[in-house]
C-alpha cells in the first residue's frame, strides 16, 4: 500500500528534545525510576494529582517557549503535504501546547490528538482516531517518534513505526521499528522506496497476466 498518511510524535521528533523527566518526577515526588507520568498521576489523590499537574504544566510551558524544531521539520512536513499525503501529530502533552507549537514555528498539521483526547501512547486510540479522520487505513500510515510509546502505538494499531534515534536510549527500542531514521526529511525517502517497490511489483504481475 503506499503511504497516505505520517503521524509525529511532538517532542523530541518535530521539537528537539527538552524536558527532563527525572526533573519532573522529582518536583512532583515520584522516583526517578517510577516510569511514566501520566500512567502514576492516575494513581494519586484529587488534591495530589491537581498538584501534579500544576507542576507538569509548568513545565510544558515552558518547553513550548523554548521550542525548537528538528532540522528539516517544517520543510519535511511542508512536502509531505505538496505530495497529498496526510499529516497527524499525536501526543501525550496537552492538544493546545501541540497547536501552538504549529503556530510559533509555522508547522502544517492536519490534525493533532492530544492526551485530552482519549488514551495515551503506547495505547492505539491516537493512531486509530486519526486514520478515521483522514480516511486512511493503519497499513498505510507511518508513525514516527523518538521513543518506545511511539512504535508500541504503531504496531497496536497496525501502523508502520518509524524510529528517530536522536534518545539517548534509542539502541534499546530500535528493534521495534520498522524504520529507523537519524534525521525527519529521511521520511521522504522510506515513501518513495515503498513507491518503487509498489511500482516493481506492478510490473512484475503484470508480466505474469
Same mark, same amino acid.
Do not use: W
Given at each position: 500500500?503506499?503511504?497516505?498518511?505520517?503521524?509525529?510524535?511532538?517532542?523530541?521528533?518535530?521539537?528537539?528534545?527538552?524536558?527532563?523527566?527525572? %526533573? !519532573?518526577?522529582?518536583?512532583? *515526588? &515520584? #522516583?526517578? /525510576?517510577?516510569?511514566?507520568?501520566? $500512567?502514576?498521576?492516575?494513581?494519586?489523590?484529587?488534591?495530589?494529582?491537581?498538584?501534579?499537574?500544576?507542576?507538569?504544566?509548568?513545565?510544558?510551558?515552558?518547553?513550548?517557549?523554548?521550542?525548537?524544531?528538528?532540522?528539516?521539520?517544517?520543510?519535511?512536513?511542508?512536502?509531505?503535504?505538496?505530495?497529498?499525503?496526510?499529516?497527524?501529530?499525536?501526543?501525550?502533552?496537552?492538544?493546545?501546547?501541540?497547536? %501552538? !507549537?504549529?503556530?510559533?514555528? *509555522? &508547522? #502544517?498539521? /492536519?490534525?493533532?490528538?492530544?492526551? $485530552?483526547?482519549?488514551?495515551?501512547?503506547?495505547?492505539?486510540?491516537?493512531?486509530?482516531?486519526?486514520?478515521?479522520?483522514?480516511?486512511?487505513?493503519?497499513?498505510?500510515?507511518?508513525?514516527?517518534?523518538?521513543?518506545?510509546?511511539?512504535?508500541?502505538?504503531?504496531?497496536?494499531?497496525?501502523?508502520?513505526?518509524?524510529?528517530?534515534?536522536?534518545?539517548?536510549?534509542?539502541?534499546?527500542?530500535?528493534?521495534? %521499528?520498522?524504520?529507523?531514521?537519524?534525521? &525527519?526529511?529521511?521520511?521522504?525517502?522510506?515513501?518513495? $522506496?515503498?513507491?518503487?517497490?509498489?511500482?516493481?511489483?506492478?510490473?512484475?504481475?503484470?508480466?505474469?497476466?
Amino acid at each position: 500500500m503506499p503511504i497516505r498518511a505520517v503521524v509525529f510524535d511532538l517532542d523530541g521528533t518535530i521539537t528537539e528534545p527538552y524536558f527532563d523527566f527525572d %526533573a !519532573i518526577r522529582e518536583e512532583i *515526588g &515520584l #522516583p526517578k /525510576d517510577g516510569g511514566p507520568i501520566l $500512567e502514576a498521576m492516575e494513581h494519586m489523590t484529587a488534591q495530589e494529582r491537581q498538584r501534579a499537574e500544576r507542576i507538569l504544566h509548568a513545565h510544558e510551558d515552558r518547553a513550548l517557549a523554548a521550542s525548537t524544531l528538528n532540522p528539516g521539520a517544517r520543510e519535511t512536513l511542508v512536502a509531505l503535504r505538496a505530495r497529498g499525503i496526510r499529516v497527524g501529530v499525536l501526543t501525550r502533552n496537552r492538544k493546545q501546547n501541540a497547536q %501552538a !507549537i504549529a503556530d510559533k514555528h *509555522g &508547522l #502544517p498539521f /492536519d490534525a493533532v490528538v492530544g492526551r $485530552e483526547d482519549g488514551p495515551v501512547k503506547p495505547d492505539a486510540f491516537g493512531v486509530r482516531h486519526l486514520c478515521r479522520q483522514f480516511d486512511v487505513h493503519p497499513a498505510e500510515t507511518l508513525l514516527v517518534g523518538d521513543y518506545l510509546f511511539d512504535l508500541q502505538c504503531a504496531r497496536a494499531a497496525g501502523a508502520i513505526p518509524v524510529l528517530i534515534t536522536n534518545h539517548p536510549h534509542a539502541s534499546r527500542f530500535a528493534a521495534e %521499528a520498522d524504520f529507523r531514521i537519524a534525521q &525527519l526529511s529521511d521520511v521522504l525517502e522510506i515513501i518513495n $522506496e515503498k513507491a518503487r517497490c509498489e511500482s516493481r511489483q506492478a510490473r512484475e504481475e503484470g508480466t505474469h497476466v
